[in-house]
């Protein structure tokens, strides 16, 4: 069984464990797809806090370097240095469709700045502070913010999402964008304080069922901020029976 993603440039491929025709097939895939230039393997799962894959070259050029584009914006970015999901394309230009020019926005596990750019350059805010602990993908974030002409919308801050009082000192935000890892800590005690009446916040969690991420909001939520869910909905397979959800809910 194969399975892969196109990632502009770069088509990164997953075989199943008894494959031994690995070449013949990337070779197969690069002449089917005339904007690849490079067929990678993905030899290890998403790993650790940062994310990270380990990639193993298959087929045409040798690099690791992705030049990747989407919602009319361009990406650059080293394929095993930084976190990066083509498949969460549509959610990124469903989020951006509801940011008002008003909004401040932030954005954490950021990465490259995918969520960040789309919203930055699509709906056009007042701001968008972008927040990523990788360091590698925070010089490809601010390389993409130059790229896409958003410096002026799109702040870049390298740092750990528990450490956000540092790194962001008391502001609030209209809306928080959290497509984080699939990891049991929810991180959301770390948002309260940059929440005000009003303020939306996409929040992005994993399990069979959706009752899983409603349960853990509803239990970081308890004693600390009255919430409404205003929208849940399945963003993606990450596993046989485990879903990416997305849960959007307001703080009143």
Known sequence: MVSYDLLGNILLIKFDKKEKAKKKIAKKLLKEHKSVKTVLEKIEKVKGRLRKIKTKHLAGEKTKIVEYKENGCKF????????????????????????KKKDSVLVLFAGVAPFSIVIGKLAKPKKVVSVELNRSAN??????????R???????????VKKLDKLLKKQNFDKIVMPRPNLKETFLSYVWKFCKKGTEIYYY???????????????EAKGKKKIKILKVKKAGEIAPYTFRWRVDFKIN
């Open 205 to 219: 969690g994993f399990g069979k069922f959706p009752d899983q991420v409603l349960e853990e909001i509803y239990k």
């Open 139 to 148: 010089k490809y974030a601010k390389q993409n913010v130059k790229l896409n």
């Open 150 to 160: 958003v410096s002026d919308i799109v702040k870049i801050i390298q740092g750990n």
């Open 76 to 99: 650059v970015f080293n394929v095993d240095e930084t976190y990066f999901s083509p498949r969460l394309s549509n959610e990124r230009l469903e989020i951006a469709k509801q940011i």
